[in-house]
């Protein structure tokens, strides 16, 4: 009885840190974007502050060839903790994929946004000398990147999300705090990028002095073909639902920074910040959470895994509801007080509104499907379904750009989608629940 009760203190305890650590980022990460889009707008003013966010998003496009060993490493150390060999040679293998894959990312990203970057729209009144600097920096800081997470893997296998959570919000928050701080002294704006970089060196260092407090290393004895291989195949599936999310973000910035001015992508990045990614982000702590306990619990306790499943249905359609009652509220108003009232001549922005929130919410929702097949690693073939119909959503888009150019449009075709998504991933999940 004791043990029962010691045990359930530990499942609470770990629960309680990790949504107090996740939803400090939450806030945190809301505050500073609250402050951040009009600090920007109002310091660089909207044609520079549209460039911005449009350069510092390149990088996540170029994803479609990151082959991230990261997310089928941290389940599979999960689900195998305490077995000490199995561990080791997983965290070891993987390690050697991250730094391949990391080395390849940059020259894709690279020569990939060189070649194509100077045609678009949105930053037109960049040379292409400039531009070329540019995408040396992001391309790098974006590798940078995938390797400093990585060694934010071991806290993850602790349950110790809230160490990893604190570590890459105060790197957030840093990066968003410096754009503005260098607009008060100069309007130079290539040094926002020359900053960047350098906290991109200094993250990278930071995450890796801290992941050594867990007993968890690299070594080469552990190398083997036959784990690198493993690796490999079983990443793939995350492989699969990364594309769908690079797909789903960063495949439709391409496409609205192609056919839109600096101003509609201005616009329409901040509704999706405000109305989109909010509900996104608070939902997606749960997802953080429940992900870990369901993976913990596999093979172990079927009747924790169906109550996770619950609340979490629960929490996110009445949240959904909330945030759909705010915004016919008060959304509106809220949004043109933010933007300083940069946006309030936009044509029928209420109606954006409106449909950027139910495609969010939709969004989420069928992203709940997906929680229990990624926590037992059984994403592979949904995935791909997933993957194909994202990537004929943004083909409908396009083409319909190509004859109306109107920003509600693509929203329209999204929550469709979105809608498509929801009945696939449900019937999946159900599948594999009953086996």
Excluded: C
Excluded at 29 to 47: C, D, K, N, S
Excluded at 112 to 126: A, G, H, P
Excluded at 131 to 149: D, H, P, R, T
Excluded at 230 to 241: D, G, H, Q, T, V
């Amino acid at each position: 009885m004791n043990k029962l009760i010691f045990n359930k203190f530990k499942i609470n305890n770990r629960i309680y840190k990790n949504i107090k650590g996740l939803l400090f980022e939450f806030f945190n990460r809301t505050a500073v974007q609250l402050f951040f889009l009009p600090m920007m707008l109002y310091i660089w003013g909207v044609e520079i502050t549209g460039i911005y966010l449009f350069l510092t998003s390149i990088s996540s496009f170029a994803n479609l060839v990151n082959f991230d060993p990261n997310e089928y490493t941290r389940q599979h150390l999960i689900i195998n903790k305490g077995k000490k060999i199995e561990t080791n040679k997983i965290y070891t293998n993987s390690f050697i994929l991250s730094i391949i894959n990391s080395l390849f990312f940059f020259l894709i990203v690279y020569i990939t946004n060189l070649i194509l970057l100077d045609k678009f729209t949105v930053i037109k009144e960049l040379n292409f000398e400039n531009l070329k600097v540019l995408i040396i920096i992001v391309s790098l800081g974006s590798a940078l990147s995938l390797i400093s997470n990585f060694f934010l893997i071991k806290f993850e296998i602790q349950g110790k999300i809230y160490i990893k959570t604190n570590l890459i919000n105060f790197f957030f928050v840093l990066g968003r705090l410096l754009p503005i701080l260098i607009g008060l002294f100069t309007n130079n704006f290539n040094i926002i990028f020359y900053v960047y970089i350098i906290t991109k060196f200094i993250e990278f260092f930071v995450f890796l002095y801290f992941s050594k407090k867990i007993n968890l290393f690299f070594n080469f004895k552990n190398i083997s073909k036959y784990y690198l291989k493993k690796i490999i195949i079983n990443s793939f599936r995350y492989y699969i639902l990364n594309i769908k999310r690079l797909l789903n973000v960063s495949g439709l910035n391409y496409i609205i920074g192609f056919f839109f001015n600096a101003e509609i992508v201005a616009i329409f990045s901040a509704i999706n910040i405000m109305f989109k990614w909010v509900y996104v982000r608070l939902i997606g702590i749960l997802h953080t959470i429940i992900t870990y306990e369901i993976a913990k619990s596999y093979n172990k306790n079927s009747k924790n895994i169906m109550r996770f499943l619950q609340s979490n249905n629960v929490i996110s359609y009445t949240l959904g509801l909330a945030m759909i009652i705010f915004t016919l509220a008060f959304g509106e108003l809220f949004f043109n007080k933010w933007t300083l009232y940069k946006f309030e001549n936009f044509f029928d922005i209420r109606t954006l509104i409106y449909l950027v929130l139910f495609e969010g919410i939709l969004h989420q929702l069928s992203n709940n499907e997906l929680v229990f097949l990624k926590a037992v690693n059984k994403i592979k073939n949904v995935a791909t379904i997933n993957v194909i119909i994202e990537f004929i959503s943004l083909l409908i888009i396009f083409i319909t750009l190509i004859k109306i150019q109107n920003i509600i449009i693509v929203v329209e075709i999204f929550i469709v989608k979105n809608l498509i998504l929801l009945l696939i991933n449900k019937i999946y999940k159900n599948k594999q629940l009953n086996k």
